[in-house]
């Protein structure tokens, strides 16, 4: 098997890994509301960003890299050559920003109206937006996946409406399905630059753009407090390392070699694992209707893939 052959074969692993990861994350992302929302993602994104860079720079300076890695004299002779991956890591940044700190104000709020597990599936709507974004960079969206977007409403339905209170969909989730929005156009980004930059870089740029835009929210909006920060130290370590520095690494990665509609139906099985976490973890299970709700989701999740891999044959 040639090097091509296996790099195609472990990229859908990575994302299926980072998938769990994220997962796993949502159970970790409830416990942010008790530090402010803001607060959370700065220090996470912030965090994320470091692990990423320690990577980088043990990469860069070992072996064979060491040797061939370009020296700068100045910073302007960098970004000359650099260019397309600021302004990538400069999207990447403002959409995952604004996808992670509506994703955690949803969150907090699953006390109150919603589950994790619920959560999760209503962010995994990315994988319906995807497609439909990639009408912007002249990509073809044929019938079957305008149907799959009806169908993913249909679970919407089913999984935010309580026909007990009448027609609505509540707070929480409106957050979480913008949440989906940005995170539709973070992915849309990825799958358009990362054959041309490193993957790694890109990820690191990302979270400290992130990270520094959620800070300065903080300290506007709420007032960070030590003790109740380190108070959530594990919660913030898994979400900032594993979660924000390993699983979007890993999604940067293996994007490279995978179809971005096939990758989002990867990523989307953090819906599964964050229920499945929330149920093993917490004990939460959802309703009979949210579970059917999630179920026609998937559906559609399914169903948005058949006319690319038809193309592909």
Same mark, same amino acid.
């Given at each position: 098997m040639d090097k091509e052959k296996k790099l195609s074969i472990i990229s859908p692993l990575l994302l299926v890994l980072a998938a769990l990861i994220w997962g796993i994350s949502f159970v970790a992302q409830s416990e942010g509301d008790d530090i402010g929302s803001f607060t959370f993602q700065g220090i996470r994104c912030l965090l994320a960003c470091l692990s990423v860079l320690a990577v980088i720079l043990i990469r860069d300076n070992t072996g064979n890299n060491r040797r061939t890695k370009k020296k700068y004299k100045s910073a302007g002779e960098w970004y000359s050559d650099n260019k397309t991956l600021v302004k990538a890591g400069i999207i990447c940044g403002l959409a995952l920003t604004l996808?992670?700190?509506?994703?955690?104000?949803?969150? !907090?709020?699953?006390?109150? /109206?919603? *589950?994790?597990?619920? %959560? &999760?599936?209503?962010?995994? $709507?990315?994988? =319906? $937006? =995807?497609?439909?974004?990639?009408?912007?960079?002249?990509?073809?969206?044929?019938?079957? %996946?305008?149907?799959?977007?009806?169908?993913? +409403?249909?679970?919407?339905?089913?999984? #935010?409406?309580?026909?007990? /209170?009448?027609? !609505?969909? #509540? *707070?929480?989730?409106?957050?979480?399905?913008?949440? %989906?929005?940005?995170? %539709?156009?973070?992915?849309?980004? =990825?799958?358009?630059? #990362?054959?041309?930059i490193d993957g790694i870089k890109l990820s690191c740029i990302q979270f400290f753009i992130a990270g520094v835009l959620s800070s300065v929210l903080?300290?506007?909006?709420?007032?960070?407090?030590?003790?109740?920060? $380190? &108070?959530?130290?594990?919660?913030?370590?898994? *979400?900032?390392?594993? *979660?924000?520095? !390993?699983?979007?690494?890993?999604?940067?990665?293996?994007?490279?070699?995978?179809?971005? +509609? $096939?990758?989002s139906l990867l990523m989307s099985l953090e819906s599964v694992f964050s229920a499945l976490a929330d149920w093993i973890i917490r004990g939460n299970t959802l309703s009979a209707r949210e579970f059917a709700g999630c179920a026609v989701m998937f559906a559609a999740i399914i169903l948005v893939q058949l006319p690319f891999k038809k193309a592909a044959k």
């Amino acid at each position: 098997m040639d090097k091509e052959k296996k790099l195609s074969i472990i990229s859908p692993l990575l994302l299926v890994l980072a998938a769990l990861i994220w997962g796993i994350s949502f159970v970790a992302q409830s416990e942010g509301d008790d530090i402010g929302s803001f607060t959370f993602q700065g220090i996470r994104c912030l965090l994320a960003c470091l692990s990423v860079l320690a990577v980088i720079l043990i990469r860069d300076n070992t072996g064979n890299n060491r040797r061939t890695k370009k020296k700068y004299k100045s910073a302007g002779e960098w970004y000359s050559d650099n260019k397309t991956l600021v302004k990538a890591g400069i999207i990447c940044g403002l959409a995952l920003t604004l996808a992670n700190n509506l994703q955690q104000f949803g969150i !907090g709020m699953q006390g109150k /109206e919603t *589950s994790t597990g619920k %959560a &999760a599936f209503l962010t995994a $709507l990315y994988i =319906v $937006l =995807v497609p439909i974004f990639g009408i912007f960079f002249k990509k073809k969206v044929n019938l079957t %996946a305008w149907l799959s977007v009806a169908v993913a +409403v249909a679970g919407l339905y089913l999984i #935010s409406v309580n026909p007990n /209170e009448g027609f !609505g969909i #509540s *707070s929480a989730d409106i957050l979480l399905i913008l949440c %989906a929005l940005f995170f %539709a156009v973070q992915i849309i980004t =990825v799958d358009r630059f #990362s054959s041309e930059i490193d993957g790694i870089k890109l990820s690191c740029i990302q979270f400290f753009i992130a990270g520094v835009l959620s800070s300065v929210l903080m300290f506007i909006f709420e007032k960070p407090d030590i003790n109740a920060i $380190l &108070a959530q130290s594990i919660p913030l370590l898994y *979400s900032g390392i594993l *979660s924000g520095g !390993g699983a979007f690494t890993l999604q940067i990665i293996g994007q490279k070699r995978c179809n971005h +509609v $096939l990758a989002s139906l990867l990523m989307s099985l953090e819906s599964v694992f964050s229920a499945l976490a929330d149920w093993i973890i917490r004990g939460n299970t959802l309703s009979a209707r949210e579970f059917a709700g999630c179920a026609v989701m998937f559906a559609a999740i399914i169903l948005v893939q058949l006319p690319f891999k038809k193309a592909a044959k």
